[in-house]
T-cell receptor
Framework: TAGITQAPTSQILAAGRSMTLRCTQD?????MYWYRQDLGLGLRLIHY???????GKGEVPDGYSVSRANTDDFPLTLASAVPSQTSVYFC?????????????FGPGTRLTVL | GQNIDQPTEMTATEGAIVQINCTYQ??????LFWYQQHAGEAPTFLSY??LDGLEEKGRFSSFLSRSKGYSYLLLKELQMKDSASYLC??????????WGAGTKLIIKP
């Protein structure tokens, strides 16, 4: 199985432009997450979804929006990109949000905002 | 605030043993995870501890002391392919993962 796929692999974006990062999982996991990873910092949660039709804000949600129309897809949208959103973005999923449930990660999208 | 601390970088020799420490202060505790991340790749799951003690899985073992807010990852018989970053993460009272910045492990021949 493919697990989790993300697109694009990398992108250079002009400041002020909008962009949607795509994430699709084929494991029928209920919970999905978006993280950003910056040098010297731990992974930081942007938004999450415990089940299709619901979303929640993480630690750093400003400037980002998400939707969860179905179980498999969890796109992340930057409405008006700024240079501080330059980062590596990882999508992850887990069977549920329970204590022991392991999160599995996609390959990441490297985004540069100029 | 919530905080996960681990060393920034460690160096070890091929064939040796290395211990990577992690201390945490979080609002609630619902388990501690260790992930491995090779450069330019996604994190991959290594271990999960929720009760005190040692969990052994092949060359890798993970230890937890909840009273001390402390965990370590022990890697034995180091191989060059073990060169990677090792991420410690704690699941808090809201079942969200709080991540450390990671420990970059460099293996020398």
């Amino acid at each position: 199985t493919a697990g989790i796929t993300q697109a694009p692999t990398s992108q250079i974006l002009a400041a002020g432009r909008s962009m949607t990062l795509r994430c699709t999982q084929d494991m029928r996991h209920n919970a999905m997450y978006w993280y950003r990873q910056d040098l010297g910092l731990g992974l930081r949660l942007i938004h999450y979804s415990n089940t299709a039709g619901t979303t929640g804000k993480g630690e750093v949600p400003d400037g980002y929006s998400v939707s969860r129309a179905n179980t498999d897809d969890f796109p992340l949208t930057l409405a008006s990109a700024v240079p501080s959103q330059t980062s590596v973005y990882f999508c992850a999923s887990s069977d549920s949000q329970g204590a022991a449930n392991t999160q599995y990660f996609g390959p990441g999208t490297r985004l540069t905002v100029l | 605030g919530q905080n996960i601390d681990q060393p920034t970088e460690m160096t070890a020799t091929e064939g040796a043993i290395v211990q990577i420490n992690c201390t945490y202060q979080t609002s609630g505790f619902n388990g501690l995870f260790w992930y491995q991340q090779h450069a330019g790749e996604a994190p991959t799951f290594l271990s999960y501890n929720v009760l005190d003690g040692l969990e052994e899985k092949g060359r890798f073992s993970s230890f937890l002391s909840r009273s001390k807010g402390y965990s370590y990852l022990l890697l034995k018989e180091l191989q060059m392919k073990d060169s990677a970053s090792y991420l410690c993460a704690v699941k808090d009272s809201n079942y969200q993962l709080i991540w450390g910045a990671g420990t970059k492990l460099i293996i020398k021949p």
